[in-house]
């Protein structure tokens, strides 16, 4: 099992800034990825950024240059820092962690989501 805690939501005015966190903890052999997704009203949920397994960053179109993501690898924690805010991130950012396990000969992985941290741009 894999525990993902957020941190750093909350209301900005448009073109303010916000630091998101999340620290994944539990009983893995190792953190493939981790990254953000959000979930406005009314939408499906959307890639954020993410770091890749070659240690590159994805990011969606609509947040380049504006947000930039950071991972801290000893202590499984990644970061959003969000700047230039606009309306229309209003959303509530998932935190999500793909985790390895291994038992003797075996090994997978699987994914585990935070529960949500809501980020509301307005005036």
């Known amino acids: 099992q894999v525990q993902l805690v957020e941190s750093g939501g909350g209301l900005v005015q448009p073109g303010g800034s916000l630091r998101l966190s999340c620290a994944a903890s539990?009983?893995?052999?190792?953190?493939?990825?981790m990254g953000w997704y959000r979930q406005a009203p009314g939408k499906g949920r959307e890639l954020v950024a993410t770091?890749?397994?070659?240690?590159?960053?994805n990011y969606a179109d609509s947040v380049k240059g504006r947000f930039t993501f950071s991972r801290d690898g000893a202590k499984n924690t990644v970061y959003l820092q969000m700047n230039s805010l606009k309306p229309e991130d209003t959303a509530v950012y998932y935190c999500?962690?793909?985790?390895?396990?291994?038992?003797?000969?075996?090994?997978?992985?699987?994914?585990?989501w935070g529960q949500g941290t809501q980020v509301t741009v307005s005036s």
């Open positions: 999500n962690a793909n985790a390895r396990f291994s038992t003797g000969l075996n090994i997978w992985d699987r994914d585990y």
């Open positions: 539990g009983k893995f052999l190792s953190i493939n990825t």
């Open positions: 770091d890749t397994k070659d240690a590159s960053t």
